[in-house]
């Protein structure tokens, strides 16, 4: 049996996988986003402490995904809820330096303007760094969705399904086709995510900025 065959066949399992991989990938960056972001912004207020956590996120990062996985799997069980804590952490490092770095270099000019016409504290972060460094963030959730679905083929080992079913279980059974059934989807969804994530970088990028990254 051809690949095309393979799929015209076993098109709904696929699809199936592939809604599996695309939910645990989103649930997972979606999280680290809403944990990471902040953390960024705190550190930026503490210098002090931003390189040792920054440092330890890091870390963590290096530690091959077998053995989060594993460690995962004896901590929190099999299943969905585990992977998905396991790709948090792994997801949350791009997220946060970026956000960290983007704020940190950020002109002092405009925070200035913004104390100048009065504005608190958070009414700067809010609407002058935020706004301006969200290029810089959404860099950062580029680089770790990618990192997540290809990651998340890994998930399938602790029972979290996905595509990476199609290609443990094609591993195991010496069946090329639904190695590529998983494979190939898999890696058309990290492109197309990434060309997503350029789409919206270059929407939410303030037109100033677009103009002076034009002009270099």
């Known amino acids: 049996m051809s690949f095309i065959e393979y799929m015209n ?7 199936h996988a592939l809604l599996e991989h695309i939910q645990i990938s989103l ?3 979606i999280i680290a986003v809403l944990i990471a972001v902040p953390i960024g912004i705190i550190l930026t207020r503490h210098n002090k402490i931003a390189k040792s956590i920054l440092g330890a996120a890091g870390i963590i990062q290096t530690i091959p995904g077998l053995v989060m996985l ?5 901590l929190f069980g099999l299943g969905n809820i585990t992977a998905i804590i396991v790709l948090i952490a792994y997801a949350m490092l791009p997220i946060m330096q970026n956000t960290y770095t983007g704020i940190r270099e950020l002109d002092k000019l405009y925070v200035e303007a913004a104390r100048g016409i009065g504005m608190s504290d958070m009414q700067t972060l809010f609407k002058v760094e935020i706004p301006i460094t969200l290029p810089s963030i959404i860099a950062g959730i580029r680089i770790s969705l990618i990192y997540v679905i290809s990651w998340a083929t890994l998930a399938a080992l602790i029972g979290a399904g996905g595509l990476g079913d ?3 279980t094609g591993l195991s059974s ?9 494979a190939v989807p898999a890696s058309l969804l990290a492109i197309a995510a990434g060309l997503i994530i350029d789409i919206i970088q270059k929407v939410v ?4 900025m677009k103009i002076k990254g034009g002009a270099k």
């Open 27 to 29: 649930a997972s960056v």
């Open 70 to 74: 594993g460690l995962g799997l004896m």
């Open 9 to 15: 066949t076993n098109w709904k399992d696929v699809l």
């Open 166 to 168: 199609l290609i443990w």
């Open 174 to 182: 010496y069946d090329t086709n639904m190695i590529l059934a998983g």
């Open 205 to 208: 990028t303030p037109r100033g």
